[in-house]
């Protein structure tokens, strides 16, 4: 069954959990068997944990799950839960007679999005990653779940979103993105998605783009300060690439944030993607197939965005910002 989510690319799982209250949560992608992966950072303002090992020169070259956090700083504790199911579970790089999990990680900020955040001596994103990581799965909650519960843009909600595809040679491409931006996802202070030409089956509302784009659509609309925002993303596929070509694809990715997001990468953004590779169909990827790959994250990364808006509900705090839904939904 197509899902188009990012579990569509054979070996990946999604698992989430979040705290209402909290208004934060935690997304895992965790792979069924180690995946090769590198990483882009492209924002002003990133907050990630164990990435310098995904540059294509290190050692490690595979991953055992990826993880997408609110709580800024506070959430990069998630990934010790994430790795304590993974011990659990007998995974991790070997040393010796050690096994220690491989699990990059990125935050964004969501800590004054009107949740409570008076969490005493302990912050509970350990917690949340454990039971984001026993929750995985091949389904994937949209909107106001996971990494995306708190994550907000300049002017609605924002989300956890997901799209795949397959590429004309038969590689499956999946994207899994936490849309908290300090821009905007749609034109203007109307109803259409800057992504609206990468859209398939009205998967968020079919609505195109404007007939025209008016000038003041194009003036910038920033939410907050610095460190206050970020897009955080994996990107994934089952063909077998090397980490260079990880590298590659996670840059090209990033293309889809821009298409999505006005503006992206600001030094007011942490702007993260992960890319990695399954392996599940082997075999040498040549420049050919691999510019299909990048192209496809790409074009993926820009559907699940507006998806992840899309599929958002606003908080349930006074002030909160609206959700696409309730404000244009009588337009689909």
């Not at 304590?84 to 999990?101: D, E, I, K």
């Not at 389904?139 to 795949?164: P, Q, R």
């Not at 965005?305 to 337009?331: H, I, M, Q």
Request: hydrophobic share 45%; net charge neutral.
């Amino acid at each position: 069954m197509i899902r188009n989510s990012i579990t569509d690319v054979s070996g990946v799982l999604v698992g989430r959990s979040e705290d209402e209250r909290l208004a934060s949560g935690v997304s895992v992608v965790l792979f069924e068997e180690p995946a090769t992966a590198s990483a882009a950072i492209l924002g002003g303002a990133p907050g990630t944990r164990d990435t310098a090992l995904l540059d294509p020169e290190m050692t490690v070259e595979r991953v055992d799950a990826f993880v997408l956090s609110g709580g800024s700083a506070f959430g990069l504790d998630a990934a010790g839960g994430v790795m304590a199911g993974l011990a659990a579970a007998g995974r991790g790089f070997a040393v010796g007679p050690v096994r220690v999990p491989i699990v990059p990680q990125a935050i964004l900020f969501d800590l004054l999005n009107g949740g409570d955040k008076a969490w005493g001596d302990r912050p509970p994103y350990f917690d949340l990653g454990r039971k984001a990581f026993d929750a995985a799965s091949r389904d994937v909650a949209l909107g106001t779940a996971g990494a995306g519960c708190g994550a907000t843009t300049a002017g609605l909600k924002g989300g956890l979103g997901t799209a795949s595809v397959v590429t004309p040679r038969g590689f499956t491409v999946g994207a899994l993105v936490a849309v908290n931006a300090v821009g905007t996802v749609t034109v203007g202070d109307g109803p259409h998605f800057w992504a609206a030409p990468y859209e398939r089956e009205r998967e968020f509302g079919g609505l195109g783009l404007p007939a025209s784009i008016p000038p003041e659509a194009l003036d910038l609309r920033l939410k907050g300060g610095p460190g206050g925002n970020t897009v955080i993303a994996v990107v994934a596929t089952d063909a077998t690439l090397t980490k260079a070509q990880c590298r590659r694809t996670a840059l090209a990715a990033h293309d889809g944030l821009a298409r999505a997001i006005r503006p992206a990468h600001s030094p007011l953004d942490g702007d993260v993607v992960f890319a990695a590779a399954t392996g599940r169909k082997p075999g040498p990827v040549d420049p050919f197939a691999l510019a299909e790959i990048a192209s496809a994250a790409a074009d993926v990364l820009a559907r699940a965005v507006a998806r992840g808006v899309f599929e958002a509900t606003a908080l349930p705090f006074p002030g909160a910002l609206p959700d696409w839904k309730t404000r244009f939904g009588g337009l689909r």
